[in-house]
T-cell receptor
């Protein structure tokens, strides 16, 4: 069975500092991996995804994530935090079947301090 | 191109009442999903539909029913609402094969 762990339910960074949100997964088959962002009172929005190929994937708003199979990790980073990055972030793993069933992590709330 | 739309945005029910949450997508996606989101619990899958005419239970299906009316529409019904069903409900859709899901804006449901 697939599962996702996100280390840290709350992360605070200063504006301009590095953002690092951690995600580890377990999967018995090669996974698809995703990061989603949720702003207050909104639905989730896809930030980036890994399916196959290059292990460093770039997403919207300057975020990127690196798939490390040996560490079963898919950490999300951004070099310089902006106030508008404050949101809830969800890591997710997908089972490679025809219907794209997705398992979500519990989420990490990111605060950006001016 | 509206993406995924959900109605209503807010709803208050009394215990025992019934209601249907509506969801529609205009992206020609095959798969559609209903989730509930509760504080500290993340997103939990209620039901999903891999294609028109098929539905399957997710992690927390008890107390809910669904209908995949056509390729565009996927509704969620609460037959007899309970306070434990107070939550924010999200509908999502996706292509097959790991392209990622697209979410609606959510329905905030309170059962008193």
């Amino acid at each position: 069975a697939q599962s996702v762990t996100q280390l840290g339910s709350h992360v605070s960074v200063s504006e301009g500092a590095l953002v690092l949100l951690r995600c580890n997964y377990s999967s018995s088959v090669p996974p698809y991996l995703f990061w989603y962002v949720q702003y207050p009172n909104q639905g989730l929005q896809l930030l980036l995804k890994y399916t196959t190929g290059a292990t460093l994937v770039k997403g919207i708003n300057g975020f990127e994530a690196e798939f490390k199979k040996s560490e079963t990790s898919f950490h999300l980073t951004k070099p310089s935090a902006h106030m508008s990055d404050a949101a809830e972030y969800f890591c997710a793993v997908s089972v490679r079947t025809s219907y794209d069933k997705v398992i979500f992590g519990p989420g990490t709330s990111l605060s950006v301090i001016p | 191109n509206a993406g995924v739309t959900q109605t209503p945005k807010f709803q208050v029910l009394k215990t025992g009442q019934s209601m249907t949450l509506q969801c529609a997508q205009d992206m020609n996606h095959n798969s559609m999903y209903w989730y509930r989101q509760d504080p500290g619990m993340g997103l939990r899958l209620i039901y999903y539909s891999a294609s028109e005419g098929t539905t399957d239970k997710g992690e927390v299906p008890n107390g809910y029913n669904v209908s995949r009316l056509n390729k565009r529409e996927f509704s969620l019904r609460l037959e007899s609402a309970a306070p434990s069903q107070t939550s924010v409900y999200f509908c999502a859709s996706s292509e097959r094969g790991g392209t990622g899901q697209y979410f609606g804006p959510g329905t905030r449901l309170t059962v008193t």
